[in-house]
């Protein structure tokens, strides 16, 4: 009898634990009305907050938090959670523990991914939107027409990065307008010997822009929308195409001899040695390139272009490093503290943060200091212009670049990576509710 | 039988009862375990519960409310070739580092089983990868056998020509060589446990089989071996079943590339966890806890069975 009742004991606990398991303990309250936005240097002694950043991007308010400090006297606290960064945050958030704001790459399927709707606060009616350049005020950060984050740099951009020298000894004076030319000019410098393109298939994560690229019109033409709404699929003609092309490029032996084991760094030093004529990628790469050389260096050697089908048109990512969310904590003092900090950054101290981080301004009255390369004007140049890649443009973020280093490696054939792509998209679609799925 | 005691008897058998009895109670009670018992409550049976729960609802980062699905889970999962795939490779991987941990660590133990000042320096130096965090050995290793790594720079210069052999590049090959690096990390482990079992063994019996005329061989295959029957239980149950939960070592070295193949439950679950579906990681996680299971009864049985010799 006894034991009976102790039996009994343990299973109603378990099941107590089982009942209050759940609810989801990362879900707060609903309230999405545009907050009031304290002025920049309002006091804010004893005020804590706490900022996620990667180990990437944990330097980079190094000089907003010095200055905004000193102006409130609130102290702020740059906390880096590991690689892989967005797992780790959205894991933590999950269990609900957040921070004061994070940094987080503003596309709608990011935002998405964070449950922007019950965890950020709303960012509407910020001060600093006047501010910013027309064409890069609503390029991205917005998810059903609410803005969840602060753009605080240029989002990356999509596009071909080539030797300046190599084309020159190449005999090449402008760079392609179009795709065919893009190609064209691919299949002539493998003729004369050099290795037209790069790739790194060892490391897996930019063997996506190739196909993105492709993509641009078509994402132009409302791509992703229908994709979104299970309308068009990535084993349709569009996207499978383009993964196509992409296979048959690297089976005609217009990439490196080393593409299935190549990685980042490998990349970057050809590219820069003049090993590779060209090379399709993000910014992030050309801060590779910094870390291997100087700025002098870079503006001789290395340029900048964008590529689509139509022409020269860039395809932006905004990633983890260019821009920051604000988290509803519960505390109204602390919420308000974190969109003052905000506004400081892209207010008063964006001068001081643009020159410590010799970066390209979003905003007219502050100048882009003289410090920064070439190539990255040529990247921010491009982006008024440009369109949303698939992170910026879709609702969930397949990994599409583990199934196209797959094919690279010979056990994926084109079409095995639409599908697992696809069943991927689907099945994300699906856990958020997305009609149509 | 107590008659034909005498009354001493007796009353010594009541008193080896009563001390039986109370050093039962007194020594061992059992409200001790309740610490222990508490953080494996918490701490295991309770997750794993959840575990259960979980799998069958569609928790994930993208909504605040969590309900429940049904097998809906289990359907899409075993429909997507992916988890198959996944299962077949963590299968592979776990009898690799169970044939590979087993085999260098019961060399290690009779290269090293007399007990020399040099041969427990040795030891040592074998058993340090154990204490070592797994990341730290994937990384080290993903380093050494880079195309540009070490390995190949030795191989290098002892060939005299330039060695750029892809170690971890290959799609059919690599999942060995991971595996290698996993019991390489743990064959100390495995050597330690063979030492002990082979300093059980009786020094008549072996004494006997020398005076037989048994050579070194036939002592190992004929006696020694089979007297090992409890150590070998130990190793490769908890090689096989531990390396099928792996995750660390092959994350570092090739985060389930080349290919995918090298990917094991594990790092499918990781990913997955990562894209926001918590739930069906959560079903993932789920059939590798009961494919463990459905091998672990079987094979122990097995190895146990192995002991009756003794």
Redesign the interface.
């Known amino acids: 009898m006894k034991k009976a009742l102790k039996v009994a004991a343990v299973l109603a606990t378990?099941a107590s634990?089982?009942l209050t398991?759940?609810?989801?303990p990362?879900?707060?309250s609903q309230n999405n009305s545009p907050a009031a936005w304290p002025a920049a240097d309002t006091d804010l002694k004893g005020t804590k907050l706490t900022v996620w950043a990667a180990q990437n991007s944990n330097k980079v308010p190094d000089s907003v938090v010095a200055g905004f400090e000193k102006l409130t006297g609130a102290e702020i606290n740059v906390v880096t959670i590991p690689d892989?960064y967005?797992?780790g945050v959205?894991?933590k958030?999950?269990t609900g523990d957040k921070p004061d704001l994070a940094f987080w790459q503003p596309t709608g399927s990011q935002l998405?991914?964070?449950?922007a709707t019950?965890n950020l606060q709303s960012l509407e009616g910020a001060p600093w939107l006047d501010s910013t350049k027309p064409a890069l005020k609503d390029i991205t950060g917005i998810l059903d027409k609410t803005r969840y984050a602060a753009l605080i740099s240029t989002p990356a951009v999509e596009g071909v990065y080539y030797n300046k020298e190599v084309f020159e000894k190449a005999g090449i004076k402008s760079v392609p307008a179009d795709w065919d030319s893009f190609i064209k000019l691919g299949r002539d410098l493998k003729g004369q010997g050099v290795t037209p393109f790069y790739e790194m298939g060892?490391d897996?994560w930019a063997t996506q822009w190739w196909v993105q690229v492709q993509l641009a019109d078509a994402a132009k033409d409302g791509l992703w929308d229908r994709v979104n709404t299970n309308k068009e699929k990535f084993t349709d003609p569009t996207i499978q195409g383009a993964i196509n092309t992409y296979n048959d490029l690297i089976k005609e032996g217009l990439f490196n001899e080393?593409i299935?084991?190549a990685t980042f760094e490998d990349q970057g030093a050809a590219l820069l040695s003049g090993k590779a004529a060209m090379a399709v990628q993000v910014n992030s790469f050309f801060s590779q390139l910094q870390a291997q050389s100087d700025t002098e260096t870079l503006n001789k050697k290395i340029g900048f272009f964008p590529i689509a089908p139509s022409g020269n048109v860039g395809t932006f990512i905004p990633d983890q490093s260019n821009a920051l969310v604000a988290f509803k904590t519960g505390d109204a003092k602390r919420e308000a503290a974190s969109r003052q900090l905000l506004s400081y950054w892209l207010g008063q101290g964006y001068g001081d943060f643009v020159t410590a981080q010799s970066t390209v301004s979003l905003q007219d009255a502050v100048k882009t200091p003289g410090t920064v390369p070439n190539a990255l004007l040529a990247v921010s140049d491009s982006l008024g212009t440009s369109v949303g890649s698939m992170q910026a443009e879709a609702i969930a973020n397949p990994?599409l670049y583990?199934f196209l280093?797959?094919m690279?490696?010979?056990?994926?054939t084109p079409e095995e990576v639409a599908k697992?792509t696809q069943?991927?998209f689907a099945?994300?679609a699906k856990?958020?509710?997305a009609a149509g799925f | 039988m107590t008659a034909v005691m005498s009354r001493q008897d007796v009353v010594r058998v009541e008193d080896i009862r009563k001390a039986k009895r109370r050093g039962g109670k007194n020594d061992h009670p059992l409200w001790f375990l309740i610490p222990a018992l508490a953080v494996l409550v918490v701490f295991f049976?309770?997750p794993t519960?959840?575990n259960f729960?979980y799998a069958f609802?569609?928790?994930?980062?993208?909504?605040?409310?969590?309900g429940f699905v049904g097998v809906d889970n289990f359907v899409?999962l075993f429909n997507?070739g992916?988890l198959l795939n996944a299962l077949r490779v963590t299968l592979i991987y776990a009898v690799l580092v169970a044939v590979f941990q087993n085999l260098f660590g019961l060399i290690l133990a009779l290269l090293l089983e007399r007990d020399t000042r040099v041969n427990r320096a040795v030891r040592v130096a074998f058993f340090i990868p154990v204490i070592m965090s797994a990341l730290a050995v994937g990384y080290i290793f993903q380093a050494l056998l880079k195309?540009e790594g070490a390995l190949n720079g030795i191989l290098g210069f002892i060939t005299g020509t330039d060695v750029?052999i892809?170690w971890?590049?290959d799609?059919t090959w690599t999942i060995v060589v991971v595996a290698l690096v996993h019991s390489w990390k743990w064959m100390g482990l495995s050597m330690l446990i063979y030492l002990a079992g082979l300093k059980t063994i009786n020094d008549d019996v072996l004494e006997a089989a020398r005076l037989d005329g048994a050579s070194w061989w036939t002592t190992l295959r004929e006696i020694r071996f089979p007297l090992l029957a409890p150590a070998v239980t130990f190793n490769v149950a908890t090689a096989l079943l531990g390396s099928m939960n792996g995750f660390d070592v092959v994350q570092a070295t090739t985060?389930g590339?080349?290919?995918?193949?090298t990917e094991l439950l594990n790092i499918f679950i990781?990913?997955t966890?990562?894209?926001?579906?918590?739930?069906?990681a959560t079903t993932m996680s789920l059939v590798l806890f009961l494919a463990v299971a459905v091998l672990a009864f079987p094979l122990i049985k097995m190895l146990r069975k192995r002991e009756d010799v003794l």
């Open positions: 378990a634990f089982v398991g759940c609810s989801d990362g879900s707060g892989p967005e797992q959205q894991t958030v999950a998405t991914a964070l449950n019950t060892g897996r080393d299935k084991t990994d583990i280093a797959d690279i490696q010979g056990t994926k697992a069943d991927q099945e994300l856990a958020q509710g | 049976f309770i519960l959840f729960i609802t569609n928790w994930s980062s993208f909504k605040s409310s969590i899409t997507s992916t195309p750029t892809p971890l590049g799609t985060e590339g080349p290919g995918g193949s990781f990913r966890f990562g894209q926001g579906l918590f739930a069906q």
